[in-house]
């Protein structure tokens, strides 16, 4: 049997989070815009955000969270800590959530 070689994977200066955060400091975005710019998956997001908010700290940035909002009633989730969107609106139990977008802010 001959042996294969195992593939030579594309050489990236950057680390995922560091792309992420080339992302988050152009502009608003959610997590799916986020998930298509990087190439992850979209529910893996929110994990590597959280420890982008740590890292941000350190460097004296933050990560600002622009709220989700419910498009049936208009409530906003202003006091929500998670980072993933609600799955459903606690006035009016609807399902129809605007996504939370996130960016840097120094």
Request: overall charge positive; aromatic content about 2%.
């Amino acid at each position: 049997m001959d042996a294969k070689e195992p593939p030579i994977p594309d050489q990236r200066s950057d680390t995922l989070r560091q792309r992420i955060i080339t992302v988050l400091k152009q502009g608003p975005v959610s997590t799916r815009e986020i998930s298509e710019q990087v190439g992850i998956a979209e529910h893996d997001v929110p994990g590597h955000l959280e420890h982008i908010r740590q890292s941000l700290q350190h460097q004296g940035t933050t990560l600002v969270v622009l709220p989700a909002e419910c498009r049936k009633c208009g409530f906003v989730f202003s006091k929500r800590q998670r980072l993933t969107k609600p799955g459903r609106c606690p006035l009016c139990r609807g399902e129809s959530i605007l996504r939370p977008r996130y960016h840097c802010q120094p």
